[in-house]
């Protein structure tokens, strides 16, 4: 997913800056206003290790194609990819000094980013918490902020959904690139009608996953990306065991070199409990029952995360109903992860501020500068 996906970043803004425009207003006949968009200079990218060469290239691309230069910062768990597009940009003919990864570790080379008073932009994603020292190091010097940050994205399945579809595509926002994506739904919510049937048919299609090498074609589920992650996962296993849940099926080390995690499914746990709000990132989700809309959108909306849900239902006004009630920056009904990368995208509440994709990201990469001109 990760090299496709960072092409396309490139590919669609490329393009999307030539047809970017300025906006006029005539002013009841006595003056024109327009618009002009200025580069803003050195922008300040900085990204997690989860996609790494697709989150980073979403802020390059953007950055460079408005006209300002970047200093990117991967993660130091996994520097390569963006070290060796450095390269590949030079071969390219970009020019020296337009495209600078800088390696380091976040609280010194990511801080230093974010302090740094030449530097009027950030764009981040990362963790939430991460996310909170970034914003409080660029507020003083009135950076302009982009924060794309945690999910604990809610999966919503009404009892008049197609059953097949919904759990094949659930099975994919679970468990992809083992949970560590920020738009996997790892609490799925399900009208009790179907709790069972549903809860037994998606256990058994877990228990199919294929675990192994990530590089091989038939493998479902590779590695975790370090032992502390895993530790981190597997403290939420034993935690859902102290709240009262039930581990039905994974959860256990594979016998193999690497971090590797059996696919984990947890039920009988409420909206309440630590396990359905904070984010763990890993190949572990809830499924819990729900009686009615309102129901359901109230365990939606039961975190202080807001970055995706997805609803399942063939009801066409029960999905734009339930759709406009969700706190989420992107909503996907009766699918996932569809992206255009024309509309905006980012997070309501702690999962970030600001919008990136399409014209929201050469917005934010320039500065708006309003020109009135007297006519009479
Ligand atoms: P972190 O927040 O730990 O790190 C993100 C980046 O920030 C890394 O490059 C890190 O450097 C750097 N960093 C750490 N501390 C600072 C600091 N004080 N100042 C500036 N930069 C700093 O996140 P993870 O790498 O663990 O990534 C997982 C998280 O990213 C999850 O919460 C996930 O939901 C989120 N995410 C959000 C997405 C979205 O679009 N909303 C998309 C993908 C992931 P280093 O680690 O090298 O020290």
Same mark, same amino acid.
């Given at each position: 997913?990760?090299?496709?996906?960072?092409?396309?970043n490139?590919?669609f803004f490329?393009?999307?800056?030539?047809?970017?425009?300025?906006?006029?207003?005539v002013?009841?006949?006595?003056a024109?206003?327009?618009?002009?968009r200025?580069?803003?200079g050195?922008?300040?990218?900085?990204?997690?290790? %989860?996609?790494p @060469?697709?989150?980073?290239?979403w802020?390059i691309?953007p =950055? !460079? /194609?408005a006209?300002?230069?970047c200093v990117?910062k991967?993660?130091?768990?996994?520097?390569l990819?963006?070290?060796?597009l450095?390269?590949?940009?030079l071969?390219a003919?970009?020019p020296p000094g337009?495209m600078?990864?800088?390696?380091?570790?976040?609280?010194k080379a990511?801080?230093?980013?974010?302090?740094?008073p030449?530097?009027?932009?950030?764009?981040?994603t990362g963790?939430?918490?991460?996310?909170?020292k970034v914003?409080?190091?660029?507020a003083?010097?009135f950076?302009k902020?982009?924060l794309?940050?945690g999910?604990k %994205?809610?999966n @919503?399945?009404?009892?008049?959904?197609?059953?097949?579809d =919904? !759990? /094949?595509?659930s099975?994919?926002?679970?468990?992809?690139?083992?949970?560590e994506?920020?738009?996997?739904?790892?609490?799925?919510?399900?009208?009790?009608a179907i709790?069972?049937?549903?809860?037994?048919?998606?256990?058994?299609?877990t228990r199919?996953l294929r675990i192994?090498?990530?590089?091989?074609?038939?493998?479902?589920?590779?590695?975790?990306?370090?032992?502390?992650h895993?530790?981190k996962?597997?403290?939420?296993?034993?935690l859902a065991?102290?709240e009262?849940g039930?581990?039905?099926?994974?959860?256990?080390r594979?016998?193999?070199?690497g971090?590797?995690?059996?696919?984990?499914?947890?039920?009988?746990l409420?909206?309440e409990c630590?396990?359905?709000?904070?984010?763990?990132?890993?190949?572990?989700?809830?499924?819990?029952?729900?009686?009615?809309?309102?129901e359901a959108i109230?365990?939606?909306?039961?975190?202080?995360?807001g970055?995706s849900?997805?609803?399942?239902?063939?009801?066409?006004?029960r999905?734009?109903r339930?759709?406009a009630a969700?706190h989420?920056?992107?909503v996907?009904?009766?699918?996932?992860?569809?992206?255009?990368?024309?509309?905006p995208f980012?997070g309501?509440k702690e999962?970030?501020?600001?919008r990136?994709?399409?014209?929201?990201?050469?917005?934010?990469?320039?500065?708006?500068?309003n020109?009135?001109v007297?006519?009479?």
């Open positions: 997913m990760d090299i496709p996906r960072a092409v396309a490139f590919r490329a393009t999307a800056i030539l047809h970017e425009s300025s906006e006029a207003h002013t009841d006949a006595r024109l206003n327009y618009t002009l200025h580069p803003m050195v922008a300040g990218l900085i990204s997690p290790w %989860n996609l @060469l697709y989150l980073l290239s802020k691309a =950055a !460079i /194609a006209g300002n230069t990117a991967p993660s130091e768990l996994t520097p990819t963006s070290n060796r450095a390269e590949l940009s071969e003919g970009l337009v600078n990864i800088v390696h380091g570790y976040g609280a990511g801080a230093a980013i974010c302090e740094h030449d530097v009027p932009l950030i764009s981040f963790g939430t918490v991460t996310g909170a914003a409080a190091a660029a003083p010097l950076k902020l982009s794309e940050l999910g %994205n809610p @919503l399945i009404f009892a008049d959904a197609d059953l097949d =919904a !759990i /094949a595509t099975i994919q926002s679970s468990f992809a690139n083992q949970g994506i920020c738009l996997c739904g790892s609490r799925i919510f399900v009208e009790r709790y069972d049937t549903f809860v037994e048919r998606f256990v058994a299609a199919k192994g090498d990530p590089s091989a074609p038939d493998t479902d589920v590779g590695a975790l990306i370090s032992e502390a895993l530790q996962v597997t403290g939420y296993l034993d065991k102290e009262g039930t581990i039905v099926t994974g959860g256990n594979v016998d193999r070199d971090f590797f995690l059996e696919p984990a499914v947890i039920t009988g409420g909206c630590r396990v359905l709000q904070e984010e763990i990132f890993g190949p572990v989700v809830t499924i819990t029952p729900f009686d009615g809309d309102d109230r365990s939606a909306n039961s975190t202080r995360y970055l849900a997805t609803v399942w239902t063939r009801d066409l006004q999905a734009h339930v759709a969700m989420a920056g992107t996907w009904i009766n699918c996932w992860l569809l992206r255009d990368l024309r509309v980012g309501m999962s970030g501020v600001g990136e994709g399409g014209l929201e990201s050469l917005h934010f990469f320039t500065e708006a500068k020109v009135c007297k006519l009479a």
